[in-house]
């Protein structure tokens, strides 16, 4: 046994036991998950009890799909309440007076009435057609005045964040406590006495004596129906023996609990925790029988160790239910081992393609199978045929298969967990991608990949498993386009043989049926490689190639700034909220750079469409305020500042930019204008030297040079010293 696993179960509850049953095995009125994301296809839901759902394999949480479990045991019961009372009442109260009564936190309406009644009044007017006179109408008020009472106390978060002055008693009177027993002695119908002896437990577990409930459970357990209220009593017990230390005596009667009461699994698991080793020992020597010795030893199993459990209990008792929750935590424990993701340097996962399953684990699953001596031989068939998988032994995954599809229950479900292990069999049992396999595989990948809801059965993870493992296959065989079509290489395209076979398989007039395939799961159109082509001959300073192939994309987005805007501080939110009077696609974009460069080159206005060439190719960059000029299906994850390498250059280079600023500066006729050339170059030198040494602090670039020296007397250096703390800076250094 794992003597570890105690004391950090010790650890993980830092929330005393004592204060989860405060909140999770009462409701006043007596009588009272997105599941967790890993990579798995082995689905619980189709075959286990859902009763087991809360304690499924969720890796980042402490139980599957339970909600906010920690605080909503306070209406947990509300719904059974309710309907057993309107089922005693049968209709003297409507069922929206009875919810409103049992369930509202104000009890005026149940003081009214009761004061009535004691009064022998008749019932208020919101209440007139209550029959005070009846006897279980009358049993029902007395009952509720009770357990308002018991309520106040009950229902008070235990964790401090309410007032300190709050209104609301701490712990149950005295007189409460006695009323509750009385009641319960006193009370001849079979319904009441049962909702009082719950109070009276909740009324002794909730007054400065709390060990009183323990004895009062003692005498009077042996009559009491062993139903819902019986296990929640039970549970008080269990957290008055934890606060007591007696951790042994705790953790057996929570195993109870969870043994024999459904409802109350997660609040009895939650609380369950030995301290140490010896703790469970003494526990296991408190059970009666093998059902509660296997109780106790499902929760070992639950937090410590689902093998060793799932032996112990198969010794005990192999029909046990317990089984089967502690069997679909060890598959998808193991699921998510052999899935841990790790990538390669083309993007492409490729450990969890070729991961093996333990043997251990593949022996003792096998092993239960084999014997068919459990509830459900069929769900032990069904892991086994999938662990098999795994094992790299398809025939033997085949067989076992076989025998689900003859003896489990037939439902949609489980023909769907079904298909996916037969798939994930004959996907696995492939090396090699031709007419055959695409052949064979085609109408279950065609099922796989629909889309359109998909109720509980996890499909997800081998959907994305069988494209990962079939782009592997064909780029092993140097067909990387399709290859590319089932699962995309974000480097895929810096290779110009791959854009070009890839345009050339897009532009096709026909396709299989199963190229048909392949291209519906691929987001990458034509129109995308042209953008994505003229992106690229843009930034490399080839307007006319760039507007070509922009012509024929389809992009229509319009950049969020005016992209020949040059100001002193480069603020993009500011760009993007200033007025346009003209909005600039990509390709309109492009047009304009190149009407403006014709001017340059043909001598026109040299100056104004130098420095608005200038400004356009620095807003191109990551430093700019059209950087969503870059941003494409293609060129994907560069919207923060760590690029891929390979577009690194592209995106943060300004030295187009400052080429143009010189021509500019060149062509100024003006102090003011070559001061907003040279202050602008600076600004291209500045992010050179940023992007080459972060920790660079020296700033005494040229442009700031010459902006001191050579254009002190000029209102543009004014502007940049009020706006520009760089310059402030680097004019109070005195270098």
Same mark, same amino acid.
């Given at each position: 046994?794992?003597?570890?696993?105690?004391?950090?179960?010790?650890?993980? %509850?830092?929330?005393?036991?004592?204060?989860?049953?405060?909140?999770?095995?009462?409701?006043?009125?007596?009588?009272?998950?997105?599941?967790? /994301?890993?990579?798995?296809?082995?689905?619980?839901?189709?075959?286990?009890?859902?009763?087991?759902?809360?304690?499924?394999?969720?890796?980042?949480?402490?139980?599957?799909?339970?909600?906010?479990?920690?605080?909503?045991?306070?209406?947990? %019961?509300?719904?059974?309440? &309710? !309907?057993?009372?309107?089922?005693?009442?049968?209709?003297?109260?409507?069922?929206?007076?009875?919810?409103?009564?049992?369930?509202?936190?104000?009890?005026?309406?149940?003081?009214?009435?009761?004061?009535?009644?004691?009064?022998?009044?008749?019932?208020?007017?919101?209440?007139?057609?209550?029959?005070?006179?009846?006897? #279980?109408?009358?049993?029902?008020?007395?009952?509720?005045?009770?357990? *308002?009472?018991?309520?106040?106390?009950?229902?008070?978060?235990?964790?401090?964040?309410?007032?300190?002055?709050?209104?609301?008693?701490?712990?149950?009177?005295?007189?409460?406590?006695?009323?509750?027993?009385?009641?319960?002695?006193?009370?001849?119908?079979? %319904?009441?006495?049962?909702?009082?002896?719950?109070?009276?437990?909740?009324?002794? %577990? +909730?007054?400065?004596?709390?060990?009183?409930?323990?004895?009062?459970?003692?005498?009077?357990?042996?009559?009491?129906?062993?139903?819902?209220?019986? /296990?929640?009593?039970?549970?008080?017990?269990?957290?008055?023996?934890?606060?007591?230390?007696?951790? !042994?005596?705790?953790?057996?009667?929570?195993? =109870?609990?969870?043994?024999?009461?459904?409802?109350? #699994?997660?609040?009895?698991?939650?609380?369950?925790?030995?301290?140490?080793?010896?703790?469970?020992?003494?526990?296991?020597?408190?059970?009666?029988?093998?059902?509660?010795?296997?109780?106790?030893?499902?929760? /070992?199993?639950?937090?410590?160790?689902?093998?060793?459990?799932?032996?112990?209990?198969?010794?005990?008792?192999?029909?046990?239910? $317990?089984?089967?929750?502690?069997?679909?935590?060890?598959?998808?424990?193991?699921?998510? #081992?052999?899935?841990?993701?790790?990538?390669?340097?083309?993007?492409?996962?490729?450990?969890?393609?070729?991961?093996?399953?333990?043997?251990?684990?593949?022996?003792? =699953?096998?092993?239960? !199978? *084999?014997?068919?001596?459990?509830?459900?031989?069929?769900?032990?068939?069904? !892991?086994?045929?999938?662990?098999?998988?795994?094992?790299?032994?398809?025939?033997?995954?085949?067989?076992?298969?076989?025998?689900?599809? *003859?003896?489990?229950?037939?439902?949609?479900?489980?023909?769907?967990?079904?298909?996916?292990?037969?798939?994930?069999?004959?996907?696995?049992?492939?090396?090699?991608?031709?007419?055959?396999?695409?052949?064979?595989?085609?109408?279950?990948?065609?099922?796989?990949?629909?889309?359109?809801?998909?109720?509980?059965?996890?499909?997800?993870?081998?959907?994305?498993?069988?494209?990962?493992?079939? &782009?592997?296959?064909?780029?092993?065989?140097?067909?990387?386009?399709?290859?590319?079509?089932?699962?995309?290489?974000?480097?895929?395209?810096?290779?110009?043989?791959?854009?070009?076979?890839?345009?050339?398989?897009?532009?096709?007039?026909?396709?299989?049926?199963?190229?048909?395939?392949?291209?519906?799961?691929?987001?990458?159109?034509?129109?995308?490689?042209?953008?994505?082509?003229?992106?690229?001959?843009? /930034?490399?300073?080839?307007?006319?190639?760039?507007?070509?192939?922009?012509?024929?994309?389809?992009?229509?987005?319009?950049?969020?700034?005016?992209?020949?805007?040059?100001?002193?501080?480069?603020?993009?939110?500011?760009?993007?909220?200033?007025?346009?009077?003209?909005?600039?696609?990509?390709?309109?974009?492009?047009?304009?750079?190149?009407?403006?460069?014709?001017?340059?080159?043909?001598?026109?206005?040299?100056?104004?469409?130098?420095?608005?060439? &200038?400004?356009?190719?620095?807003?191109?960059? +990551?430093?700019?305020?059209?950087?969503?000029?870059?941003?494409?299906?293609?060129?994907?994850?560069?919207?923060?500042?760590?690029?891929?390498?390979?577009?690194?250059?592209?995106?943060?280079?300004?030295?187009?930019?400052?080429?143009?600023?010189?021509?500019?500066?060149?062509?100024?006729?003006?102090?003011?204008?070559?001061?907003?050339?040279?202050?602008?170059?600076? *600004?291209?030198?500045?992010?050179?030297?940023?992007?080459?040494?972060?920790?660079?602090?020296?700033?005494?670039?040229?442009?700031?040079?010459?902006?001191?020296?050579?254009?002190?007397?000029?209102?543009?250096?004014?502007?940049?010293?009020?706006?520009?703390?760089?310059?402030?800076?680097?004019?109070?250094?005195? $270098?």
């Amino acid at each position: 046994m794992k003597k570890t696993s105690w004391k950090t179960l010790a650890m993980l %509850f830092s929330i005393p036991a004592l204060a989860l049953i405060a909140y999770g095995v009462i409701y006043a009125c007596g009588g009272d998950w997105d599941g967790d /994301y890993f990579e798995s296809s082995f689905t619980p839901e189709v075959y286990v009890d859902e009763s087991y759902t809360p304690f499924f394999y969720a890796p980042s949480d402490l139980f599957y799909d339970a909600g906010d479990y920690q605080f909503d045991h306070i209406t947990r %019961f509300n719904d059974d309440i &309710a !309907a057993a009372w309107s089922e005693y009442l049968k209709g003297r109260l409507s069922g929206d007076q009875v919810s409103s009564l049992l369930l509202a936190k104000d009890a005026d309406g149940v003081g009214q009435l009761y004061t009535a009644l004691q009064k022998k009044q008749q019932a208020p007017a919101a209440y007139s057609r209550i029959n005070l006179v009846d006897e #279980r109408v009358k049993g029902f008020i007395v009952f509720m005045h009770l357990a *308002k009472e018991i309520e106040a106390v009950s229902t008070r978060p235990q964790y401090g964040w309410e007032d300190e002055e709050s209104s609301n008693p701490t712990v149950v009177s005295p007189q409460t406590v006695v009323r509750a027993e009385q009641l319960y002695a006193g009370a001849k119908d079979e %319904f009441l006495k049962n909702r009082y002896w719950f109070q009276a437990m909740k009324a002794n %577990f +909730y007054s400065d004596k709390k060990e009183n409930a323990t004895a009062f459970f003692e005498k009077t357990k042996n009559n009491v129906p062993k139903n819902t209220l019986y /296990y929640r009593g039970m549970a008080y017990v269990a957290g008055v023996a934890y606060r007591q230390k007696q951790y !042994a005596t705790s953790n057996y009667l929570y195993s =109870v609990v969870f043994e024999n009461c459904p409802a109350l #699994r997660l609040v009895a698991t939650f609380a369950f925790h030995p301290q140490e080793d010896a703790d469970f020992q003494a526990s296991l020597a408190l059970a009666k029988n093998a059902d509660e010795k296997a109780a106790l030893w499902s929760l /070992y199993g639950y937090y410590a160790d689902e093998q060793r459990a799932i032996q112990e209990i198969y010794q005990l008792n192999p029909k046990s239910s $317990h089984l089967e929750y502690l069997l679909a935590r060890l598959v998808n424990k193991e699921e998510e #081992r052999m899935n841990s993701v790790e990538y390669s340097s083309d993007g492409v996962h490729y450990k969890d393609l070729d991961a093996k399953v333990e043997p251990q684990i593949l022996e003792l =699953v096998m092993k239960l !199978a *084999k014997e068919g001596k459990t509830s459900k031989p069929y769900l032990w068939n069904l !892991a086994a045929g999938y662990l098999s998988i795994f094992h790299g032994d398809h025939a033997q995954a085949t067989q076992l298969f076989n025998k689900v599809e *003859k003896e489990a229950p037939k439902s949609d479900l489980a023909s769907n967990q079904l298909r996916i292990f037969r798939f994930t069999n004959t996907l696995h049992s492939t090396t090699r991608m031709d007419a055959t396999a695409e052949s064979r595989l085609l109408p279950d990948l065609t099922w796989l990949y629909a889309t359109g809801e998909r109720a509980t059965v996890r499909y997800d993870h081998a959907a994305n498993w069988s494209k990962r493992y079939i &782009a592997r296959l064909y780029r092993n065989q140097g067909n990387s386009a399709m290859g590319e079509l089932f699962y995309r290489d974000r480097t895929y395209y810096h290779t110009p043989a791959n854009l070009e076979a890839m345009k050339a398989f897009l532009q096709k007039t026909s396709y299989t049926p199963w190229e048909k395939m392949a291209l519906s799961l691929y987001d990458v159109k034509l129109d995308d490689i042209y953008e994505y082509e003229g992106i690229m001959a843009a /930034y490399a300073g080839n307007l006319d190639n760039a507007i070509a192939l922009m012509q024929k994309a389809n992009a229509p987005e319009e950049l969020y700034g005016n992209p020949f805007n040059g100001k002193i501080q480069d603020c993009h939110d500011c760009d993007h909220a200033a007025p346009q009077k003209v909005k600039y696609t990509k390709l309109s974009f492009l047009q304009k750079m190149k009407e403006m460069q014709s001017r340059v080159d043909k001598k026109e206005d040299i100056y104004n469409n130098s420095l608005l060439l &200038a400004n356009a190719y620095y807003n191109m960059t +990551y430093f700019g305020n059209a950087r969503a000029f870059y941003y494409s299906n293609i060129i994907m994850g560069q919207y923060g500042s760590d690029f891929d390498e390979y577009y690194n250059p592209q995106l943060t280079s300004c030295a187009t930019a400052d080429r143009y600023y010189k021509i500019a500066f060149a062509a100024a006729t003006t102090d003011e204008q070559r001061a907003k050339c040279v202050y602008m170059m600076a *600004k291209c030198e500045r992010n050179e030297k940023f992007q080459g040494d972060p920790e660079n602090e020296s700033l005494a670039w040229e442009g700031f040079k010459q902006l001191k020296t050579k254009y002190a007397h000029t209102k543009y250096y004014k502007e940049v010293l009020n706006e520009c703390s760089y310059f402030s800076i680097y004019l109070n250094r005195g $270098h």
